[in-house]
């Protein structure tokens, strides 16, 4: 793979080949200084999970970098198309690049398919060439390859493969996403793209022309408000995965879901122009959600599973939970393909 000088992110990567220590090492502190939010979800989870999810941020922040911050398109595809044969070398027992040699160890140990991790360089693809989404339906098209598979990446890293699970996932990650996308369309604009329906636009009497000469008025604020009640209903569609997971990851989920719903809360707390401002998630609301998982977590110490057991990681199985054997004398058997001495 050809060198990214332009990536911040490349900035103490470690020579191709070089040793798991020195991958893993790397991949920790590209997740502990490069994604503001870690240090606080990490501390939540079970310590056994870091390093697994070290290495997976850091396969999907460099495919997103390579997408978001390669300002040519062409050099942009080149560099996804390199890092897909990155990844493809890996699943074949060869990887090189220092990412992929921490990632094949928990792909290994934990028995992850190819299919989320290519299925996000899609969407890094199509970012390249799309800009205008005609519909919802585009829009949620979309979702399915840039939001839907980081989801699915962290049920397989907390030991969860069934269907059900992934559909509930599915809907809480596209709501974040979208959450994301309305509270950002003035940063998407400075990157000529625009994610709300075009469709909806033209039922409010607006262009996408319009939404680049940023013209709010009360037009917008009627197409926020649908999106906005659109998104909160697919938080609701996926709030029962936290209630069909285990104890120590439920507060985790529940706090990203209530992240995404104050980011929408702030949006209207904010009169709906993010054509001209973000709004943010205030200090205080921070720590009102922090204090709530970590008052959750304490609670969770007291009374690890609900009333159907669906939280106790010893009922997982029994409930289509992972098809992985989860017994501790016996580890997940591996159909990665993925062969080396490393852990």
Same mark, same amino acid.
């Given at each position: 793979m050809q060198a990214t000088p332009e990536l911040e992110i490349a900035r103490n990567l470690p020579r191709a080949g070089c040793s798991i220590e020195e991958a893993r090492r790397y991949t920790r502190w590209l997740a502990t200084h490069h994604y503001e939010n870690f240090n606080v979800v990490s501390w939540l989870l079970p310590r056994r999970l870091h390093h697994h999810f070290y290495n997976v941020y850091a396969y999907c922040r460099w495919a997103d970098d390579l997408g978001d911050e390669v300002p040519d398109p062409q050099k942009a595809l080149k560099l996804i198309d390199a890092w897909d044969e990155e990844l493809q070398n890996m699943y074949r027992g060869n990887p090189s690049h220092p990412v992929f040699v921490a990632l094949a160890g928990t792909v290994r140990e934990l028995d992850i398919p190819i299919d989320p991790f290519r299925d996000?360089?899609?969407?890094? =693809?199509?970012?390249?060439t799309v800009? =205008? %989404?005609e519909n919802w339906q585009a829009v949620l098209d979309y979702c399915r390859y840039s939001a839907n598979p980081v989801g699915r990446l962290v049920l397989y890293l907390t030991g969860y493969r069934d269907p059900a =699970?992934?559909?509930?996932s599915d809907a809480t990650c596209t709501a974040l996403q979208l959450a994301n996308f309305w509270q950002d369309v003035d940063r998407d604009l400075e990157k #000529? =793209?625009? %994610?709300?329906?075009?469709?909806l636009l033209r039922e409010n009497a607006l262009t996408a022309d319009d939404v680049v000469a940023r013209r709010f008025d009360e037009r917008f604020v009627k197409v926020m408000k649908e999106l906005i009640v659109r998104t909160r209903a697919l938080f609701s569609q996926g709030a029962p995965l936290a209630r069909q997971v285990s104890a120590e990851i439920r507060i985790?989920?529940?706090?990203?879901?209530k992240g995404g719903l104050a980011v929408l809360d702030g949006i209207e707390a904010a009169g709906y122009d993010t054509l001209h401002h973000r709004p943010a998630i205030g200090r205080a609301t921070q720590i009102r959600l922090l204090g709530g998982a970590i008052l959750e977590r304490c609670m969770s110490w007291l009374w690890p599973a609900? $009333?159907?057991g669906a939280s106790s990681p010893q009922n997982r199985s029994s409930q289509n939970g992972p098809s992985q054997n989860t017994s501790?004398? $016996?580890?997940?058997?591996?159909?990665? #393909?993925?062969?080396g001495p490393h852990a």
């Open positions: 996000l360089l899609i969407a890094f =693809r199509h970012d390249q800009h =205008r %989404y =699970r992934q559909a509930l #000529g =793209r625009i %994610y709300i329906p075009l469709d985790d989920i529940e706090l990203f879901t609900d $009333s159907n501790q004398n $016996s580890p997940p058997q591996n159909t990665t #393909g993925i062969a």
